[in-house]
C-alpha cells in the first residue's frame, strides 16, 4: 500500500431519497469520518445481502469470485480504497498466493462486496478521506437529537429499549429504508443528504 491508510467498516448501505441511486457508507473502525461511495443498484444489493446474512438460491458474481479464490488458495489479504480521480473512486483488491501479495485494480463496489464475503478487512487512504471524507456537523447532531428521541420512543412500550440490527438498507439522511430495524438513533448518525 502506498501512503498512510485507515481502516473502515461497512456502516450502512443506502438509497439516496431525491436521486434514488445507491451509496455504501464507509466509516472509520470506531470514529469519524464517514465515506459516501455512490454505487451500481447490484452492487449495492450484493453488499447489503450479505451484510443481512441473505443467501441467494443460486451464487452471486462476488460469491463465485470467493469460491474461485478459495479453491485456488488465494487469500484476500485486504481491500483498499486507494485514489479518487475524476469523481472516481478506485481501488485495489490485495492477494495473497504462496506466501507472495498481488495487486488487483477493482471498482470499489466490486471490492468491497468481495471483502464482505471474505472478512476481509477494508482501507482508504487518508488522501481520499481527506478529499471525501464526511464528519456530520455538531449543531446538525444537536437538532436531530430531539427528534430522534422522539422517534426511537415510537412502537415501544415505556421502559423498553430498542435492540440492535444488523441490517444495511439505512434510513436517515440517505434515504428510505428497506429492512433497518436499528433505532433512528443509529441510523442518523452519518453523513447529511447535501454529500
Given at each position: 500500500m502506498?501512503?498512510a491508510?485507515?481502516e473502515?467498516?461497512?456502516e450502512?448501505?443506502?438509497v439516496h431519497?431525491?436521486?434514488s441511486?445507491h451509496v455504501?457508507?464507509l466509516?472509520e473502525a470506531?470514529e469519524?469520518?464517514y ?11 450484493a ?18 469470485l470467493?469460491s474461485?479464490l478459495?479453491?485456488l488458495g488465494?487469500s ?6 486507494s485514489d479518487?480521480a ?5 481501488a ?5 498466493q ?9 471498482r470499489p463496489s ?9 472478512g ?7 488522501a481520499v ?5 464526511v ?7 444537536e437538532?436531530?437529537s430531539?427528534f430522534?428521541?422522539?422517534v ?7 421502559g423498553?429499549g430498542?435492540g ?8 436517515g439522511?440517505?434515504?428510505p ?13 452519518g453523513p447529511?443528504?447535501?454529500?
Amino acid at each position: 500500500m502506498t501512503g498512510a491508510t485507515r481502516e473502515m467498516v461497512v456502516e450502512s448501505v443506502r438509497v439516496h431519497m431525491l436521486s434514488s441511486q445507491h451509496v455504501v457508507i464507509l466509516r472509520e473502525a470506531g470514529e469519524e469520518p464517514y465515506l459516501p461511495i455512490w454505487i451500481g443498484s447490484w452492487e449495492a444489493q450484493a453488499i447489503a445481502m450479505k451484510l443481512q446474512g441473505v443467501e441467494s438460491e443460486r451464487p452471486l458474481t462476488h460469491d463465485l469470485l470467493a469460491s474461485i479464490l478459495g479453491e485456488l488458495g488465494v487469500s484476500v489479504r485486504r481491500i483498499l480504497v486507494s485514489d479518487l480521480a475524476d469523481e472516481t473512486y478506485r481501488a485495489r483488491i490485495v492477494l495473497v498466493q504462496g506466501g507472495s501479495d498481488f495487486e488487483i485494480d477493482a471498482r470499489p463496489s466490486d471490492a468491497i462486496a468481495l471483502a464482505v464475503r471474505v472478512g476481509a478487512p477494508i482501507f482508504a487512504t487518508e488522501a481520499v478521506l481527506d478529499r471525501a471524507g464526511v464528519i456530520p456537523e455538531a449543531d446538525e447532531e444537536e437538532r436531530l437529537s430531539v427528534f430522534r428521541e422522539f422517534v426511537n420512543s415510537l412502537g415501544s412500550e415505556p421502559g423498553e429499549g430498542s435492540g440492535p440490527g444488523g441490517s444495511t438498507f439505512g434510513s436517515g439522511p440517505f434515504g428510505p429504508t428497506s429492512s433497518d430495524d436499528r433505532p433512528l438513533d443509529d441510523r442518523l448518525g452519518g453523513p447529511g443528504e447535501d454529500d
